[in-house]
């Protein structure tokens, strides 16, 4: 079976354009999860999700960035109008059920870098 | 806002030594998760552990969940260098909404 797979890996945009994260969880996961994690720090949560849902997104700024996991097709996570403070690794997870019943599945990661 | 405190943050050893890595909370957890995450990679499971005083073992490594399910720690025997790396712990439960809440890490390096 295929694991999560995110792209683009690395990623280079300018300040004030938009960045699109794509996530693929593994089949017949349901649930999927964005985590931000910044050099040497721990993975801060951003949003969970369900097939066309949001759950939970507490953990992401109100203002330029969304999250969408449609009915086909991989997860988004779209940061609009980018600031050099957005430049981080942001992984995608998946898990069949809530991940406190099974372990997460993690992506490699995209690495976001805003010049 | 539930914190998962983890200590130290930074460890550096030489190859043979033994080691803990401690992860706290003031909040109760229905399951706590230790990964590990090596540099360019997403992290991936090592251990779940679920019961109060629960102590599972993966080798050279040993994970205990506190009686209150509060903490938990990861004792690894003999470091070796291919256990370098960022270990996380992550708490999730009803009281947490079904998201996961990570610690912020240990970084370890064993040096040959």
């Known amino acids: 079976n295929a694991g999560v797979m995110q792209n683009p890996r690395h990623l280079v945009r300018r300040r004030g354009q938009e960045a699109r994260l794509r996530c693929s969880p593994v089949k017949g996961h349901s649930h999927v999860y964005w985590y931000r994690q910044l050099p040497e720090e721990g993975l801060k949560f951003m949003v969970y999700l369900q097939k066309e849902n949001i759950i939970d997104e507490s953990g992401m700024p109100k203002e330029r960035f969304s999250a969408e996991f449609p009915k086909e097709g991989p997860s988004i996570l779209r940061i609009q109008q980018v600031v050099r403070g957005d430049s981080a690794a942001y992984f995608c997870?998946?898990?069949?059920?809530?991940?406190?019943?099974?372990?997460?599945?993690f992506g490699n990661g995209t690495r976001l870098t805003v010049t | 806002t539930q914190l998962l405190e983890q200590s130290p943050q930074f460890l550096s050893i030489q190859e043979g030594e033994n080691l803990t890595v401690y992860c706290n909370s003031s909040?109760?957890?229905?399951?706590l998760q230790w990964y590990r995450q090596e540099p360019g990679e997403g992290p991936v499971l090592l251990v779940t552990v679920v019961t109060g005083g629960e102590v599972k073992k993966l080798k050279r490594l040993t994970f205990q969940f506190g009686d209150a399910r509060k903490d938990s720690s990861l004792h690894i025997t003999a470091a070796q260098p291919g256990d370098t790396g960022l270990y996380l712990c992550a708490g999730g439960g009803n009281n947490q909404g079904g998201k996961l809440i990570f610690g912020q890490g240990t970084e370890l390096s064993v040096k040959p």
């Open positions: 909040s109760v957890f229905s399951s």
């Open positions: 997870a998946s898990s069949p059920r809530t991940p406190y019943n099974s372990p997460l599945h």
